[in-house]
């Protein structure tokens, strides 16, 4: 399986991250919410606002925590679906490691 992260996979315009929101599902962990809708093909995108923190350094550096922690952990995503994780306050306090556990018990929980 390739283990890449290319252009369309992501959600890029808002019109798609808007229509997740409002159809989709939400289930919370303790540091993501992981919002979901069904699609033809798997897509995802992820949100760090100014509410995590105010600097622009600690938001990025989650982001790019979260597309590895997806990009590793992809295969127990299901194809046919557009995801939304968004990331919450005490996301940007904790290590990577306990992000991807985070990560990987939502999915548990929703797509198994």
Do not use: Q
């Not at 093909?41 to 550096?61: D, L």
């Amino acid at each position: 399986m390739r283990c890449d992260f290319s252009k369309n996979e992501k959600l890029l315009k808002s019109s798609e991250f808007r229509s997740v929101f409002d159809e989709g599902k939400k289930y919370k962990g303790k540091y993501l919410i992981l919002f979901y809708a069904s699609n033809s093909r798997r897509k995802i995108g992820f949100v760090v606002s100014k509410k995590v923190s105010k600097k622009a350094v600690v938001r990025n550096k989650l982001k790019r925590r979260l597309r590895e922690i997806y990009r590793t952990n992809k295969n127990c995503l299901p194809d046919n679906l557009h995801i939304v994780a968004v990331a919450m306050p005490c996301a940007a306090k904790v290590g990577y490691g306990e992000l991807e556990r985070d990560f990987l018990e939502i999915c548990k929980n929703c797509f198994a």
